[in-house]
């Protein structure tokens, strides 16, 4: 049973920088697995963020990026407005199947 | 810019097959090498991808749901489906499609319930 998994919760204040990450319980995340990052807020559909590791959508804010950090996909926020408050999820393919991670609860305070 | 907008009934009897339809605006749904993806949420949970589907066709399902899931696509109507057969409580959420989970629908949300 694969397994994606995000920090259930994180914290950051206005302002300060924080990164969010992706692991998968079949060893190291590549770019081979596309990973892709979501935001949701209460009540909205899922937003797409990021795409393919590190490619922003043409209404994603600059302070959002992607990468990969040692075997793991991680979206940082740089600058964190109080607006970036939300759920974020990941994405990973596995040659045919897409999982999302378990989602990790960001507070902006 | 494409939009997308899924409908289909609300509430569907426990064992019984729920049906779901996306329609796609803004755009033809078979224009572009684009697949067409079913998601789902159920409350307070995490997101939970169910298949997708090819302008030509071709499908891939999520291996947990694969026995249960059907994808279909109707190109003259812009739009596609969703099937998903004996159903139980626990397939009760919010249901998104989505355009290479780059455009979502809004949701729609789906009680099993007698």
């Known amino acids: 049973q694969t397994v994606v998994t995000q920090e259930p919760s994180l914290t950051v204040s206005p302002g300060g920088t924080v990164t969010l990450t992706c692991a998968s319980s079949?060893?190291?995340?590549?770019?081979?697995?596309?990973p892709n990052w979501f935001q949701q807020k209460p009540g909205q559909a899922p937003r797409a963020l990021i795409y393919?590791?590190?490619n922003k959508h043409s209404w994603t804010p600059a302070r959002f990026s992607g990468s990969l950090l040692g075997g793991i996909a991680a979206l940082t926020l740089s600058g964190v407005q109080p607006e970036d408050e939300a759920d974020y999820y990941c994405?990973?393919?596995?040659?045919?199947?897409?999982?999302f991670g378990e989602g990790t609860k960001l507070t902006v305070l | 810019q494409v939009q997308l907008q899924e409908s289909g009934p609300g509430l569907v009897k426990p064992s019984e097959t729920l049906s779901l339809t996306c329609t796609v605006s803004?755009?033809?749904?078979?224009?572009?090498?684009?697949?067409w993806s079913w998601i789902r949420q159920p409350a307070g949970k995490g997101l939970e991808w169910i298949g997708l589907i090819y302008t030509s066709g071709s499908t891939k399902y999520n291996p947990s749901l694969r026995s249960r899931v059907t994808i279909s696509i109707d190109t003259s109507k812009n739009q596609f489906s969703l099937n998903l057969s004996s159903v139980t409580a626990a397939d009760t959420a919010v249901y998104y499609c989505?355009?290479?989970?780059?455009?979502w629908g809004q949701g729609t949300l789906a009680t099993v319930s007698s």
């Open positions: 989505a355009r290479e989970f780059t455009y």
């Open positions: 079949t060893g190291a995340v590549t770019n081979g697995y596309y």
């Open positions: 994405l990973l393919y596995y040659g045919g199947a897409w999982m």
């Open positions: 803004g755009g033809s749904l078979s224009s572009g090498n684009y697949y």
């Open positions: 393919s590791t590190n």
